[in-house]
């Protein structure tokens, strides 16, 4: 299924996919809303050529009284503001060895934006949900080939997720129309869970009877610890906390150079378990830590700021790293064999960044 | 000087830029102006978090009467607004072998806002330029390391390219507020050149008498053969065709999949020599060519669109190719060995889409 490698260096593949699929530079942690423009992107075909005049979205399969709607009638219904802080399940991934040939993420496929648009609860109840139904269904308009199977990008939701008074479709994003980028003229986008739920440029919503066996439900986004292992599903994101790398970067390497003295380090944390408890520093790359200082978080479905008074005294190489522990008791894992698994999927290891202070 | 690999693996160092910097997503060329967020970005250090209202430009040096000038004086001057194709010089760099490393840009450097800003040049009489000199130093407030050298990013230009009334101090991107990874809250737009050229996040302008012998000016960007070769600056873009890539995608291969029948096949043209006076396409790899049609160019500082009526008949492997010529007859290489130079620097090898036909 998955081409995996242990080598030190990347294919032309995934240089590809990340050339394509920008992250969010970490230094944009400082914002409680990430700027357009900013926020991670995992586009898996091509951005579809939309008409937003001629726009409809279909709500069928199995429900008593099928829907067409048109943007105007969807901004119509009711509308809710709300941060969501969103995460590519890929994140992580170029830290596994052996590693798995796909988006060569590291720690940027984050961001956290205020989206608008309408509650998928009432349409849904509009549509009236047969007895039978047990999943809903995203179809996306994006068109490729993936795993040898010519498909448009389409994901499900258990009935009770999707049923979430927080699922919304969404038409803004950070006060002004969504990007054609983010999935214009509409999409899904669902908090807590990874990033792959929020189908962007959604065609059609159905109801089915069966729970749906598509390539990115059923073949991707599973944590496997072999080939052969039916894995379990990828949902809801893992704790995770990053900083913003201190000091100024070198251009090629990224490494940091700080001087002596007080350097207030600061982040954002988040989970989709629970909410961040407890955000842990460490200045000597793991062996003693911390406790930072945790702010409001920015909504109930975003993310949480973190600083850490750092008064580094002594000039020499520091590797800083950072950690977090939700409500429902999870962490992060120190090291990446921990976090492995065949796809490279929820990959919340610690934060490291080597640091030279002079 | 550059590190040089002959590997066809790429480096993490790589990834880590592709992973900060994204490009245009090809399918984007569909768009006379490039909507936010699709605008390719090569930002050397790290994003400055600077405060708007309290912003201030310096102009000095070798002026009469130097300036400081806050955001809302920038406004209160003579506003235009244009749209600029803008192009990294590093654009084709990892086509190249061997392959300098840094940003391992294919085709995707790209991008055409419309800059909304003042004239740079009444501002420099208004200063009043003293008769020694020679060029204009711009400033930014990026700070970091690059071949062993601690620098603000800077570049400078000769007083006549500086002079020229196309030459923009901008602060607005396509109808609304410079983004800030684009350089806000005031950022230099030179039309024609390549994009190091266009300084963002300005701190300061500088009339200065001798030639600026920074590491942005005189160690990167030239074109060397060699690390002994003096080389000759990289000013102007090159001439440059390329196409949205018909079809569907695979995933991770990004090849394209297209159906027999009549395809229209469209693109984007510009040269910083001189007006697109030609767009050729080849759908065998270059071996015959037909002409392209040419439309209106979005503006004399912007791309022109191109297409192509290709009729494909018979399925098969296809291997898709453009090329432009512009009105100073400089036209594109094509093969990446004539384009070969240290850094990797203005590679404008003709783009190849290999597709398969069913």
Redesign the interface.
Same mark, same amino acid.
Request: glycine residues 10%; aromatic residues 8%.
């Given at each position: 299924m998955a081409?995996i490698t242990t080598?030190?260096?990347?294919? *032309?593949?995934?240089? /590809?996919?990340?050339? *394509?699929?920008? =992250?969010m530079?970490l230094? /944009?942690l *400082?914002y409680p809303i990430t700027?357009? =423009?900013?926020?991670y992107?995992l #586009? @898996?075909?091509? #951005?579809p050529?939309l008409d937003p005049t001629t726009y409809e979205l279909t709500i069928g399969g199995r429900v008593r009284d099928p829907l067409r709607l048109t943007l105007d009638e969807l901004k119509a219904r009711p509308m809710v503001t709300m941060p969501v802080m969103m995460e590519c399940a890929g994140i992580g991934r170029?830290y596994l060895s052996p590693r798995p #040939?796909?988006a060569?993420? @590291?720690n940027?496929a984050i961001g956290c934006a205020e989206w608008t648009g309408t509650p998928l609860r009432p349409i849904l109840e509009e549509a009236g949900l047969l007895e039978d139904a047990v999943e809903i269904l995203f179809t996306g308009h994006d068109? =490729?080939?993936?795993q040898d199977v010519?498909q448009n990008y389409e994901r499900s939701l258990p009935l009770d997720e999707a049923l979430r008074d927080e699922v919304i479709l969404a038409y803004g994003m950070n006060g =002004?129309p969504l990007?054609?980028? @983010?999935g214009s003229p509409l999409r899904l986008v669902v908090p807590e869970w990874y990033g792959m739920t929020s189908v962007k440029w959604l065609k059609s919503i159905r109801a089915i009877s069966e729970p749906f066996e598509g390539v990115q439900q059923a073949v991707l986004y599973h944590y496997r610890q072999s080939e052969e292992d039916p894995g379990t599903p990828v949902t809801r994101k893992n704790p995770h906390a990053l900083m913003v790398?201190p000091g #100024?970067?070198?251009?090629?390497? *990224?490494t940091r150079?700080v001087r002596v003295g007080p350097t207030l380090v600061e982040g954002r944390a988040w989970s989709g378990w629970g909410s961040v408890e407890r955000v842990e520093f460490s200045s000597d790359g793991g062996r003693t830590w911390g406790e930072a200082e945790l702010g409001e978080p920015v909504g109930h479905y975003a993310w949480v700021r973190w600083s850490y008074e750092w008064d580094v005294r002594e000039p020499g190489e520091y590797e800083l790293c950072v950690r977090a522990t939700d409500a429902a008791g999870k962490t992060q894992a120190v090291d990446e064999t921990e976090a492995w698994n065949v796809g490279g999927y929820g990959v919340n290891v610690v934060q490291r960044v080597p640091l030279s202070v002079s």
């Open positions: 081409k080598s030190q260096e990347f294919t *032309r593949e995934e240089v /590809g996919l990340a050339l *394509r699929n920008p =992250g530079p230094e /944009g *400082r700027p357009i =423009g900013m926020h992107l #586009i @898996h075909f091509d #951005i050529f170029a #040939i796909s060569p993420w @590291h940027e068109r =490729g080939i993936d010519e =002004g990007p054609l980028q @983010h790398p #100024i970067p070198n251009y090629l390497s *990224r150079h």
